[in-house]
Structures are given as structure tokens and as C-alpha cells.
């Protein structure tokens, strides 16, 4: 009886290790069932993500830079190609202008009015009371001398605009300008131009200069300079212009 005592005790273990041992064989070696009932789910590899708005911009941006970078090269050389160009077309006009004295021959015309006051090609203000000119090509800056054929008459004039457009004419005068020489009253009239400062306001021949020649009390002409910038001499002209209304600005030799 008491050796039946100390069996059951053996008994009851290897009954469990008899159930134990089917669920135990599929677990890989070391692994226990515990461990194989809940094992760790390994990471989800997570998918490409697709670019984000800023990466997008960004490259939008690089690509414009590079766009924009490709494009300089060539607005660097178009503006390369005019500035040749307008170098070729000053020099071929200076030669044109010291070659021979009269420019152009043909129809001028005058402009005031509601164009007063307004933009000029030069970038100042339109002053129909000063002594200016519009022409098509001439550089802005360029004094020109214009002379009514059939009176004679002539008037320094510094081209400020861009025009005439109208079919025939050659330049067109402020008002001051072609009142000076007798053209208000008809609108057109055929003249002389000649050229004779470059686009600083400088005498072409370095011989001459500016004055401003007005009429004394007994008559007599006074001139006023020599004036190396026709600017300068434009300035004393409007100064003396109220006292002396038939004030003008002429070239003579710089020595006297």
C-alpha cells in the first residue's frame, strides 16, 4: 500500500509530460509555447511615400532656376547684338555727319499741345517751350541743326523723342523750335538737317562751341560762352530768354 502511495505521485508526472511533449515538438528549439503563442509581429515595411508638397515645390523651383539660367545666356547676347548694332548706327551716321554737312532734306513737322507735359523717349517730361526735336533713329542726345528752306532760317535743336510717324516727314519740332523758324502757322515745311553734336551734347568738331548769342542795347550781338555741352548752353539760353526773346544758341569757333 505504500509503495502504491509513492507511485502515483510518478504517475501524475508523466502523465503531464505525455501531454506536454505534441505542443512542444512544433516550437522551433529554445522557442517555448508561450513565446510561440504570442510572438512579435515584425515591422511593416512601409511603402514609398510619395513627394511632399515642399520637396515638389523645390524641385519646381530648381527647374525653373535651371530654366531661367539657360535662358540669360541668350538675353545677354541679344542685348550684346543691339548693342553692336546701335554701335554700327552711330558710327555710320558720324560719318554720314562729318562727310557732308546736310543729314537729311525733306518735311518737318511740330508737336505740342495735349502731347505737352507727357513722356519723351529720353525719359523727361515733354516741354513744348523748349528747344527739342523728335526723330526716328538720330541717338537721344544728338543737337541737330535745322534750317527752313525756303526762309532760311535755322534752330539748334537736341533730340529728346522718338517719331515722326507719319509717312514723308523727317523730324518733328517742339513747338518753341519750329516757331523759331516759321513753321507754326503752316504745320510742314521742307528743311535741312545737319548734324552737329554727338549724343553727349559735344561739338562734332572739336574746333567749335557752343554759344548763346543775344542782341545788346544798341543792337549789337553779345555771345555768351564758349560752352563745351550744349546743355550748359541751353540752360543760359532759357535764362536770358525772357529779357531777350530773340536769344539763340549758335556754334562758333571755340578761341573766340
Known amino acids: 500500500m505504500q509503495h502504491l502511495r509513492k507511485l502515483f505521485p510518478l504517475a501524475a508526472i508523466l502523465l503531464c509530460l505525455a501531454l506536454a511533449s505534441p505542443a ?10 508561450k513565446n510561440k503563442k504570442h510572438k512579435t509581429a515584425e515591422p511593416r515595411k512601409s511603402a514609398p511615400s510619395k513627394s511632399s508638397p515642399t520637396k515638389s515645390a523645390l524641385s519646381r523651383t530648381k527647374t525653373r ?32 555727319a562729318r562727310e557732308s554737312e546736310v543729314l537729311l532734306s525733306g518735311t518737318a513737322s511740330w508737336y505740342g499741345g495735349k ?8 525719359g523727361i517730361a515733354y516741354d513744348m517751350y523748349t528747344f527739342t526735336a523728335a526723330h526716328r533713329t538720330l541717338p537721344i542726345g544728338t543737337i541737330v541743326k535745322v534750317t527752313e ?18 509717312r514723308g516727314r523727317i523730324i518733328d519740332l517742339s513747338y518753341a523750335a519750329a516757331k523759331r523758324i516759321d513753321l ?38 553779345e555771345n555768351v560762352g564758349p560752352f563745351r555741352a550744349f546743355a550748359d548752353a541751353a540752360a543760359m539760353h532759357e535764362a536770358l530768354l525772357q529779357a ?11 578761341g573766340r
Open 24 to 33: 512542444c515538438a512544433d516550437a522551433p528549439p529554445g522557442q517555448t509555447l
Open 65 to 96: 532656376k535651371g530654366k531661367a539660367a539657360s535662358v540669360r545666356p541668350r538675353h545677354k547676347k541679344n542685348q550684346k547684338i543691339k548693342k553692336i548694332a546701335a554701335n554700327t548706327e552711330r558710327d555710320i551716321w558720324l560719318k554720314r
Open 115 to 122: 502731347d505737352h507735359g507727357g513722356a519723351t523717349a529720353s
Open 149 to 166: 528752306q525756303r526762309n532760311g532760317r535755322n534752330v539748334m535743336v537736341c533730340i529728346t523723342d522718338r517719331g515722326p510717324y507719319i
Open 184 to 221: 507754326t502757322t503752316r504745320g510742314v515745311g521742307k528743311v535741312d538737317v545737319e548734324v552737329v553734336g554727338d549724343e553727349n551734347g559735344a561739338p562734332l568738331n572739336a574746333d567749335k562751341a557752343w554759344y548763346v548769342r543775344y542782341s545788346a542795347q544798341q543792337g549789337e550781338k
Open 244 to 254: 531777350h526773346p530773340e536769344a539763340e544758341v549758335i556754334m562758333d569757333n571755340a
